[in-house]
């Protein structure tokens, strides 16, 4: 089967897995979720390079645009920062944190940057607290905006997250935020044991909103 086909297989096994959250704020934006994808005439070289290298995998959802969904193939991740950049076929990308948005190219309005080093420790340690999270994001003039954000880091409850096959117990973190003028809240699904983040739902500014993002296993090529 053609590499790309085996992706789409991917992301339509996937979407209805998104649902699986007990979490009561979060269920219904992701067990709404279509079986949709999104595509690109002609794959973009680095993402069918990060496909043939077997890079991990995510499936994501703009829920502002909740008929899209696409698979994201890790590109690169920098040994000096951490961040991970993560590409679609069509060329955008997610730069991720450990797990947690830190940059958006190719949506509009990107996100340019994002400051988490309050935010993760608590999330990953699991713990309860406050955090800054500052936000640079392109405006609606072009320019860059950094905000600041006051938020508090909490335990919500304990969900099953299907990783592929295989059920894995998560503890669900939100982070409540806080700023002049915007205010939202992020959840993530942790596992105990590693700190890893599977499951997430993120806002990425005012005009992007919300991302919701999950680990996928990528079947073998036979």
Not at 77 to 89: E, F, M, N, P
Request: aromatic share 4%; charged share 20%.
């Amino acid at each position: 089967m053609h590499a790309l086909s085996r992706l789409v297989i991917c992301a339509l096994c996937a979407a209805p897995l998104l649902g699986c959250s007990s979490d009561p704020q979060t269920q219904k934006q992701l067990s709404a979720l279509p079986l949709m994808r999104k595509s690109a005439p002609e794959p973009a070289a680095a993402f069918l390079a990060a496909h043939k290298a077997g890079a991990p995998a995510v499936i994501a959802v703009q829920e502002t645009r909740p008929e899209v969904i696409a698979v994201f193939l890790r590109q690169a991740l920098s040994d000096r920062s951490g961040v991970g950049t993560w590409i679609t076929a069509d060329g955008s990308q997610l730069m991720f944190e450990d797990g947690i948005v830190v940059g958006t190219r190719g949506f509009g309005a990107d996100l340019m940057a994002s400051d988490v080093s309050d935010v993760l420790p608590l999330v990953q340690g699991m713990g309860d607290g406050i955090a800054t999270h500052l936000m640079t994001q392109i405006d609606g003039d072009d320019h860059a905006v950094t905000r600041a954000f006051k938020c508090r880091i909490s335990r919500a409850g304990i969900d099953s997250v299907v990783i592929g096959t295989t059920p894995v117990s998560t503890q669900t973190m939100v982070e409540d935020c806080r700023g002049s003028d915007t205010s939202f809240a992020n959840y993530y699904w942790v596992v105990p044991a590693t700190g890893e983040i599977v499951q997430s739902s993120q806002w990425a500014g005012p005009l992007i909103e919300r991302v919701s993002v999950r680990k996928i296993i990528i079947p073998a090529e036979q």
